[in-house]
């Protein structure tokens, strides 16, 4: 083309890209559009029309750069889920409320008098971390997914040989002030390594096949040893929805289910105290002082509830460990089934989010990481709300954001980071990175 066709056009071109705040697009979006000016100004030339004629029909056809730059601008924007942080931070805030009412009621026993400086603490290093996180395209992580797959493994054997024990339990390691639990992090870490490693797997070759079930299990010895029951279930639904949404197979995902289903079941078996103390919540009047005192209690707290609750009325000796486990049946006793069904529609909107998050990506790595992560958060909610409602044996499970626990927040928070990170970079070629 003479300089004064490249002229024109890179004046329509330079004009679109000062309408696309995403400059990490600009040089695609360029040479996107030179190249249709190009091809249609070469049907132009064909039917006889000059050089200058043909790129100014060209420009023409390809519309207004003011209204062709916002329409790109809107496709290639590059700004976090405001959405979803917006339900984070509404959560957070929640449960906030939630520990803050229970402290200043003396609602929890002396152990938990700082429930809300702590929490405030983790809280604020979650956001500080998560900051410098939604700078970074989460595409930059997938080359270091062999390392965190280390770390995660790593943090485990801290967790066995370099931590004390709280409330009969090993995995915490203390740093300073700042005490944090392996097994509730651990997971976070495995979902990013196995998705990086995942991505582009060959689940057909029966040597990647063999190999992708040991990543995947081996680190479920941790679990077993420690024992921990709830982390291990949550970790395997959500490492198996990593691998289901990488192509493996479905029959191998119900097989292994049903191994495993099978084994758990062959274990309770093996001794008739532990099938009734698992099955406990189906009839809990046969030992109402005993194993079924608990849902005992959750049963009569929901029930006197009423539609907006009790208020003050409530003393942490009714129900241990209110501030963690059962969160959920709290609320519903101080503020009512109105509150609860609230909470409950406010975390069905959450996991539907992250799951359209999910659909909206087109990067193997980015869904990978946002399904791991969906079916992480779906499961924790399930079973909090399962167990907290009678419908599943109580297990020693919080409900994201909204219990006590530095460490579980602190992971929570970076978890929605990550997903809002493949939310902002979803329209962004990783190669246009600087």
Same mark, same amino acid.
């Given at each position: ?73 809107? @496709?290639?924007? *590059? ?11 509404? $959560?957070?805030?929640? #449960? &906030? +409320? !939630? ?92 979902? @990013?390594?196995? *998705? ?11 040597? $990647?096949?063999?190999? #992708? &079930? +040991? !990543? ?113 049946? &709290? +609320? ?103």
């Amino acid at each position: 083309m003479s300089s004064i066709i490249n002229r024109k056009v890179n004046s329509y071109v330079e004009e679109i890209c000062g309408l696309i705040k995403n400059k990490r697009v600009h040089e695609d979006v360029k040479d996107e559009i030179i190249s249709h000016i190009e091809e249609i100004m070469k049907d132009y030339i064909d039917v006889g029309l000059s050089e200058d004629e043909a790129v100014d029909k060209a420009i023409k056809q390809m519309g207004s750069a003011e209204v062709v730059g916002k329409d790109l601008n809107k @496709i290639h924007k *590059a700004a976090p889920d405001w959405l979803l942080i917006g339900m984070t931070g509404t $959560f957070i805030l929640i #449960g &906030f +409320l !939630l520990l803050n009412f229970m402290q200043k009621n003396n609602m929890v026993s002396n152990n938990y008098i700082n429930m809300i400086s702590n929490m405030a603490i983790y809280g604020a290093g979650g956001v500080l971390i998560s900051l410098i996180l939604l700078r970074v395209d989460y595409r930059a992580l997938k080359e270091y997914s062999k390392i965190i797959y280390i770390m995660a493994i790593v943090l485990f054997i801290a967790g066995f040989f370099m931590s004390g024990a709280i409330n009969g339990q090993i995995g915490w390691i203390r740093m300073g002030n700042i005490t944090v639990n392996a097994f509730t992090m651990a997971p976070f870490f495995l979902i @990013i390594a196995l *998705a990086g490693l995942f991505d582009g797997w060959n689940w057909e070759d029966k040597k $990647f096949l063999f190999l #992708g &079930f +040991l !990543l995947v299990f081996a680190p479920c010895i941790f679990f077993i040893l420690r024992p921990d029951i709830v982390n291990f279930v949550i970790y395997v639904i959500a490492a198996l929805t990593i691998m289901l949404t990488s192509g493996l197979k479905l029959r191998y995902v119900l097989i292994t289910i049903g191994i495993g289903t099978g084994a758990f079941w062959a274990f309770l078996a093996s001794n008739a105290y532990r099938i009734e103390r698992f099955t406990m919540f189906l009839h809990p009047e046969q030992d109402a002082n005993g194993a079924g005192w608990i849902y005992n209690q959750l049963a009569m707290l929901r029930s006197n509830a009423g539609l907006f609750g009790q208020g003050k009325n409530f003393n942490y000796l009714m129900l241990p460990e209110a501030h963690t486990d059962f969160i959920f049946t &709290f +609320l519903i006793s101080c503020f009512g089934w109105a509150a609860g069904i609230i909470l409950i529609a406010l975390i069905l909107a959450f996991i539907v989010r992250i799951f359209y998050v999910g659909t909206t990506v087109k990067d193997g790595y980015g869904k990978l990481l946002v399904n791991g992560f969906c079916a992480l958060f779906a499961v924790q909610f399930l079973i909090s709300v399962g167990m907290n409602l009678n419908l599943m044996p109580t297990l020693a499970v919080s409900m994201p954001f909204l219990s006590y626990g530095g460490s579980s927040l602190v992971i929570n928070i970076l978890s929605v980071t990550i997903i809002s990170n493949v939310f902002k970079w979803r329209n962004t070629p990783y190669k246009a990175v600087g």
